[in-house]
């Protein structure tokens, strides 16, 4: 069956960047996405990737995937303490449904 | 972005009533809806996929008599949790697929359901 893996914490400095990991183990997956959430809140689309792409940038977001490994990453440039949620990254396969890892918390210090 | 609004975003009711949560796609057509759920400090947990017109399905495990879904319309789908529990206490979370794009799935506000 399908499983996605994250760390559960990670701690940066305002203004370095920050990696959050994310490991899958379904090879049929069409789409990855990294999703963002702060306490109480719904889950905020923050980029996605096709399984066909190894890299895609937006603004400070940069996404790497490596299918061959089923390792995907989410690096944020000059990390911000508004940047401080948890991120989950999910794979989207069979039926389309989306697969969550158990999200990374993320603290930004200043 | 799209805009998927959810509502109630908290509720808190006795034990033995039903609440009902709205999932809406506000600029867009949805042809399917997702319903999850997360506990706290947890990932989100899918309970169900719910198609316009049709049954939902449900993941295994999850109580369709329970958790009534209904996808009455291209913008609208219900989740009506029924004859409620404290165990049911939980955050609730619906996402919308956009038709026209298929790539993109986006998330309620999610509604935090308490039960006394």
């Known amino acids: 069956g399908e499983d996605v893996e994250q760390s559960l914490f990670l701690s940066v400095r305002e203004g370095d960047s920050s990696v959050i990991n994310c490991t899958y183990t379904?090879?049929?997956?069409?789409?990855l996405y990294w999703y963002k959430q702060e306490p109480g809140a719904g889950l905020q689309l923050l980029t996605y990737?096709?399984?066909?792409?190894d890299m895609k940038q937006d603004q400070r977001l940069t996404v790497l995937l490596n299918k061959k490994d089923k390792h995907l990453s989410l690096r944020i440039a000059d990390t911000q303490t508004g940047d401080s949620a948890i991120y989950f990254c999910a794979e989207r396969a069979a039926g389309n449904k989306l697969t969550f890892g158990g999200g990374t918390r993320v603290l930004v210090k200043p | 972005g799209a805009v998927v609004s959810q509502h109630p975003s908290r509720v808190i009711c006795k034990s033995g009533t039903s609440v009902k949560i709205e999932c809406r796609s506000l600029d867009f057509q949805a042809t399917t809806m997702f319903w999850y759920r997360q506990f706290p400090k947890q990932s989100l947990m899918l309970m169900a996929t719910?198609?316009?017109?049709?049954?939902?399905?449900?993941e295994q495990g999850v109580e369709k008599d329970k958790f009534l879904i209904n996808h009455a319309s291209l913008t609208l789908s219900t989740l009506t949790v029924t004859s409620a529990h404290p165990e049911d206490s939980s955050f609730y979370i619906c996402s919308a697929e956009d038709g026209t794009t298929n790539e993109k799935l986006f998330f309620g506000s999610g509604t935090q359901l308490s039960v006394l």
């Open positions: 379904d090879s049929s997956s069409t789409y």
């Open positions: 719910s198609n316009e017109g049709s049954k939902a399905t449900y």
């Open positions: 990737i096709f399984s066909n792409m």
